[in-house]
């Protein structure tokens, strides 16, 4: 390997870099506290609502660096529609669920129409969301405090799939869905490789191919032992593979995931070529609202209870985490795995310094220079690119 | 004893992977006007940001000799202190700023928390009077025409106490008539003892304007021509930027059946976009064949692009009225996708702005305005899309290393068979081509000449805007003539010639001003 191939590879994994690095001291720090089964379940079940969000953030983000300030406060709104009719009114989830993504959708709706079709600054629309959707929140929730959930409810976000192997000392099915997955992904990738290779396409090495597919199972089967030693697979990360899978794929491999990037990276160009611009901003916002309101049910579940400061600065971890992820700041260009990858990188900082008993103050700070470092870094390469 | 001004000894300058200076020499005799001509990417501008201070000393090897002294600038500060002021391509104009402010802008009268308005807005005046615009200094730079923009800019760089002034494509946005007038006002400075560099691709106004042309190709000064000895033809500096003879401008087209009228537009009225009481089209009448070259000529803001636009499924203007026809039938386009199913496509004049994404690669580009001839049922076939790129970058001959590369890091040329690409996948039957060539080399217009002639032998039609008469007299089966928003006239191949053109024009703005007297009238 010569210099230029590695300075590409630092480049291109940077922030995988910099989460391996950071578990490893975090580790090394907690005496090896960090990676206890205990604590990784923690991380999923902690960050599950910055993951829903920053996904539907990046859509915003892709238009043109565009961020939705008001989903922490629609999480709050949605939690306490949820919560007033399964405490208040005892009502059953499976009519509050349909409720609450509808009244996630409808706000998404609402916002999405004045940015996209009337053209207010989405700083504006999201900004009075965030002051009015809080507002609402308090009122409907007259500053209460609505708790417990149903059972039935929480278990369909704070339980775990039943071990049907019934393990001795560890959760059989957890590992054998992660060895699943890991040979489902090898399968898949070699596949693909072949159908290449066969129709006459350049593929890329095979070693390099291989180091990253090994690369990523061993994580996986990492992953699955810790949660195996714990409780097993929880529900929520089920949740979570879903959503992430979903918007991965829309992102890279539909027309209406192309429309996203096309006008981030020249919105008149993208006009002129036939998309329809005002529906692709109408689509970010939209679904915006529905995936804050998942996050609200995920947020009121994990709270076992609707409470009138749940989802305060909820927007500001999903808008960092998009950008630690690689996102542009002006639009165009961020993955959904790169979401997930920056979603992580400041949940594991959170945690860690949690674990060590770092003032809440200073995890503040140390927080804002992560992300100032993470754009930086994303605009001097750019520049040195050029 | 010649009185050279400036002296470029030896200059070479790499960036990362390309040496593009390569011992350059140069030297510019006092109170002349020198042109630079070269293919694009042949170093002109590059020369004029190392002689300019924007490449610092120690970038760049050899020697910058200004008035008998070696210069070393470590910024533009430093050379516009001894007077060497250089005005780009794009205008570096705040618009939302008056002509006063903006020519002082970074030098504000005064001091630096009182600034001085009168002195200011005084000597601005004094300055605009001496490039020949009546407006006052008040005016904001938005509201007068890029024309006149071009003389505030220059008037900018008198206030600076200009010695040698350098100008990087000083016309390429603006139409004869106002290119004229800035040369003209070039020769009057040159009067007065300006020195001007002047950088362009335009070579009827080299030959003009010129007294010593210095050629420039792939980074090496290949011959200095001078007006009072050489012959300085055409044809003679072409041959000296590509290295060779070109005979013919324009590809020859022959065999092509000119068939039945593919799109024709009746009573078409369209009015500004933002000041919606201003008519830009008015009364407009055409039509195109298959298998027919169109042209439009007119001077820049006679409404063309407008009128394009506006036919291209109302992507400009308001209050739109007329009828249009494809195939004869009468058709309504709501938007963009609605004309690119009609069959009817627009390709931007302004690549850059309006046409490519630029930070993404060739395969994107290429697609982007017909996603559904990569997908299914909205999902993409990556494989697929590669496979109609790469066919794309060998039918246009499109120079790149991969059609993973970004179309920013292409040449002018180069994107723009990037962007007809784009434009040829949205399979049209009638292309709206608006200024096809601006701004690229004369090897790339050539090309680009011969996939226009490729489309219409196939039974497509094109409408082709261009600014430059040599152009539209060299390529179109017809032209229309557009002034003030009018179709001012129609002229066959055969009777087209750039007088009868200019006509036309001159006509319309004649009988413009009498309506405009008769309206006040009323």
Not at chain 1, 12 to 24: C, G, N, S, W
Not at chain 2, 236 to 256: A, L, Y
Request: proline share 2%.
């Amino acid at each position: 390997m010569n210099r230029s191939t590695v300075m590409g590879f630092v480049k291109k994994y940077t922030m995988v870099l910099a989460l391996i690095v950071l578990v490893i001291f975090f580790t090394v720090r907690t005496d090896g506290s960090m990676l206890l089964p205990q604590n990784i379940n923690n991380l999923i079940a902690q960050n599950a609502y910055v993951y829903i969000l920053a996904t539907g953030m990046l859509l915003c983000i892709l238009t043109g660096g565009n961020i939705d300030l008001s989903v922490g406060s629609l999480v709050c709104l949605v939690g306490s529609i949820g919560g007033t009719m399964m405490v208040t009114k005892h009502m059953g989830a499976a009519a509050a669920i349909p409720v609450m993504l509808l009244a996630g959708i409808l706000v998404g709706v609402w916002q999405g129409f004045w940015i996209a079709y009337r053209r207010i600054p989405p700083f504006i629309v999201t900004l009075a969301g965030m002051l009015a959707f809080r507002g609402i929140s308090n009122v409907v929730l007259d500053g209460l405090t609505l708790a417990p959930m149903p059972d039935n409810y929480l278990n369909l976000f704070n339980g775990y799939i039943v071990d049907f192997m019934k393990g001795d000392k560890i959760n059989m099915s957890c590992m054998v869905i992660g060895v699943v997955a890991v040979v489902a992904m090898f399968l898949v990738s070699l596949n693909s490789r072949r159908s290449k290779a066969k129709k006459g396409y350049s593929t890329g090495s095979l070693a390099g191919q291989l180091v990253k597919l090994i690369v990523i199972g061993a994580a996986i089967i990492f992953f699955a032992w810790k949660l195996a030693n714990y409780k097993g697979i929880p529900y929520i990360l089920v949740w979570l593979a879903v959503i992430i899978a979903v918007y991965a794929y829309i992102t890279s491999r539909t027309t209406v995931g192309r429309h996203f990037y096309a006008i981030g990276g020249n919105e008149k160009a993208a006009k002129l070529s036939g998309i329809n611009t005002n529906r692709v901003y109408f689509l970010a916002y939209a679904n915006m609202g529905f995936l804050a309101a998942v996050a609200a049910m995920v947020t009121i579940a994990r709270l076992n209870s609707a409470n009138p400061t749940a989802g305060t600065n909820y927007e500001m971890d999903a808008i960092g985490s998009c950008f630690v992820g690689g996102a542009s700041a002006y639009g165009g260009s961020g993955t959904v795995p790169g979401v997930v990858i920056g979603a992580t990188l400041m949940g594991v900082i959170n945690l860690g310094m949690s674990i060590m008993g770092v003032d809440a103050n200073w995890q503040k700070v140390v927080k804002g220079l992560v992300l100032l470092a993470a754009v930086i870094f994303d605009v001097e390469s750019k520049k040195l690119a050029k | 004893m010649e009185d050279i001004i400036l002296e470029m000894k030896n200059i070479t300058k790499t960036f990362p992977g390309v040496k593009a200076l390569d011992d350059v020499n140069i030297k510019v005799r006092r109170g002349e006007i020198h042109a630079l001509v070269g293919e694009n990417g042949a170093g002109k501008s590059t020369l004029m940001n190392v002689l300019s201070g924007i490449y610092p000393f120690g970038s760049y090897t050899g020697d910058i000799i200004y008035n008998g002294e070696t210069c070393k600038f470590s910024n533009i500060k430093d050379s516009e202190a001894k007077g060497i002021v250089i005005i780009h391509q794009e205008l570096a104009l705040v618009p939302e700023m008056t002509i006063g402010e903006n020519m002082y802008l970074g030098v504000e009268r005064g001091k630096p928390y009182a600034i001085d308005w009168n002195e200011t807005y005084g000597e601005a005046d004094k300055y605009l009077k001496k490039v020949g615009l009546s407006e006052s200094s008040h005016v904001q730079i938005k509201d007068i025409g890029v024309g006149k923009q071009q003389l505030v800019e220059i008037a900018k760089a008198l206030a600076k106490d200009a010695k040698l002034l350098i100008l990087d494509e000083p016309t390429s946005s603006l139409n004869e008539e106002d290119s004229r007038a800035l040369l003209d006002l070039l020769k009057v400075l040159q009067s007065q003892g300006m020195t001007s560099i002047i950088i362009s691709h335009k070579l009827n106004e080299i030959s003009y304007v010129a007294d010593q042309i210095t050629i420039v190709r792939d980074g090496q000064t290949i011959e200095t021509l001078d007006k009072a000895v050489d012959n300085i033809s055409e044809e003679r500096i072409i041959k000296g930027m590509v290295g060779r003879e070109i005979t013919d401008r324009f590809p020859k087209r022959s065999g092509v059946k000119i068939g039945d009228v593919s799109l024709e537009v009746k009573d078409w009225t369209v009015y500004h976009q933002t000041y919606s009481d201003r008519k830009v089209v008015d009364h407009a009448n055409l039509y195109v064949r298959k298998g027919e070259v169109v042209g439009i000529s007119g001077l820049m803001g006679a409404g063309r692009t407008e009128l394009a636009m506006s036919v291209f499924g109302k992507s400009y203007g308001k209050h739109i009225s007329g009828e249009l026809f494809i195939d004869g039938k009468k058709v309504n386009l709501h938007n963009e996708q609605d004309a690119i199913d009609h069959k009817l496509m627009y390709v931007t004049e302004d690549r850059k702005g309006d046409g490519l994404i630029l930070e993404n690669p060739i395969r994107v580009n290429t697609t982007l305005a017909n996603m559904k001839g990569i997908s299914n049922h909205g999902v993409l076939d990556l494989d697929k899309e590669k496979q109609v790129s790469e066919e794309y970058v060998e039918k246009l001959n499109t120079k790149t290393p991969t059609i993973e590369q970004n179309v920013g890091n292409l040449s002018g040329g180069n994107q723009q068979k990037v962007l007809l690409a784009k434009s040829m996948f949205a399979d049209p039957e009638i292309l709206i081509l608006d200024e096809p060539t601006r701004g690229i080399d004369v090897g790339a217009k050539y090309e680009i000449y011969t996939i226009i002639n490729d489309l219409v032998s196939e039974g497509k039609s094109v409408i082709m805007i261009s600014s430059e008469m040599p152009e539209v007299l060299g390529m179109s089966d017809r032209i229309y003539v557009m002034s003030e928003g009018r179709i001012a006239g129609e002229l066959s191949r055969e009777e087209a010639t750039s007088e009868k053109i200019m006509e036309y024009i001159l006509k319309e703005v004649k009988h413009d001003d009498k309506t405009l007297n008769e309206v006040k009238d009323d």
